[in-house]
């Protein structure tokens, strides 16, 4: 059972190649993917690229494609249609190549809960064909990296799952892989241990390239490069997560004047928009891009006693950029 699970990637690797000096080089590739189940198409034409060193956030509802993709971009699901190619290696035609490459853990990890850490990477080791003389040094050196290293004699199933998530991304790295595919890395672990596997991912994002997919926008926040958003079957926004945060977002920003002048005034400064009484003390102020009124407005508010006492900048969340990207799309 387990060895249909792992049995994707047959032979050894060598590590990614070092960062290109302007950009670094692709390591995956998708074409316009499709995948059907029956008569139903639920992927439709997608297409993504991965660079060394890149952590790629896969985004989106529950339902909306994401294992499906991940499955067929290490080939453990075929696409109907469509070209994938994994460090220059195309995929249906060098199968054993170009699975090499790769490291995958699925979202329910594929472990033995009455192997000892050590076995079963060990035996995980042998199923990517790591030569014998070299498994010993790269069950030290995946141990350590995953923060194992006290834990290799220990059952796996009497371990946390936070442990047993890193056993899982351990099997997925041990053979070195330059693509790292992780599906819902992070889904039920406490708060302690998201924070010490998204820690180790941003880690691995150094030395390969990942992608992980998830719904919790908070991951994309923390550990990812750039974001892809899918929905129903189709990726429908890829950019950088910091210009994900800017998207549609209006410039402006809240501030405290406990003696406030007529709303009059505060309309006349220059560069204002539109103003928001939130409360007889608090006001949202929109602006124009590229410009801040702000501080002609904390030297008039000195001026006239009209006691500044907060400034704070918007800052759009990430949900609610979400929700209007994915309700952009229905329009």
Not at 56 to 64: C, D, K, M, Q, T
Not at 146 to 152: I, K
Not at 310 to 329: C, G, H, K, Y
């Amino acid at each position: 059972m387990y060895n249909d699970i792992l049995g994707y990637i047959y032979l050894p690797i060598q590590s990614a190649s070092a960062l290109m000096s302007v950009i670094a080089p692709i390591t995956l590739s998708a074409r316009n993917l499709i995948r059907r189940f029956g008569q139903r198409e639920v992927i439709h034409g997608v297409s993504l690229e991965l660079r060394h060193g890149e952590v790629l956030g896969l985004l989106g509802h529950n339902g909306a494609g994401k294992s499906t993709t991940l499955q067929m971009l290490t080939g453990a699901l075929l696409p109907h249609s469509g070209e994938i190619e994994i460090c220059g290696f195309d995929l249906t035609r060098q199968p054993q190549k170009a699975k090499a490459q790769t490291g995958f853990l699925p979202e329910t990890p594929p472990l033995y809960r009455e192997m000892s850490v050590n076995d079963f990477l060990i035996f995980a080791a042998k199923l990517h064909r790591i030569p014998r003389a070299q498994i010993a040094d790269a069950l030290t050196e995946t141990k350590r990296r995953c923060g194992l290293q006290d834990s290799g004699k220990k059952i796996i199933g009497t371990l946390s799952k936070g442990y047993q998530q890193r056993i899982g991304i351990a099997q997925a790295i041990i053979h070195q892989p330059a693509v790292i595919i992780l599906d819902e890395p992070t889904v039920g672990l406490d708060p302690s241990q998201i924070r010490g596997i998204r820690t180790l991912i941003r880690e691995l994002g150094n030395m390969h390239s990942v992608i992980l997919s998830t719904h919790l926008l908070g991951e994309v926040e923390s550990i990812c490069d750039r974001v892809e958003i899918m929905h129903h079957g189709r990726l429908i926004y890829g950019d950088s997560s910091t210009k994900m945060q800017q998207y549609g977002s209006q410039s402006g920003f809240i501030v405290t004047l406990l003696a406030p002048p007529a709303l009059s005034e505060l309309e006349a400064l220059t560069d204002v928009q539109q103003i928001d009484p939130l409360s007889t003390t608090q006001f949202r102020i929109l602006h124009a891009a590229n410009t801040n009124p702000s501080a002609a407005l904390l030297a008039l508010a000195a001026q006239h006693g009209w006691q500044a006492e907060q400034l704070v900048p918007l800052r759009t969340r990430l949900e609610d950029v979400f929700m209007q990207i994915t309700q952009d799309e229905k329009l």
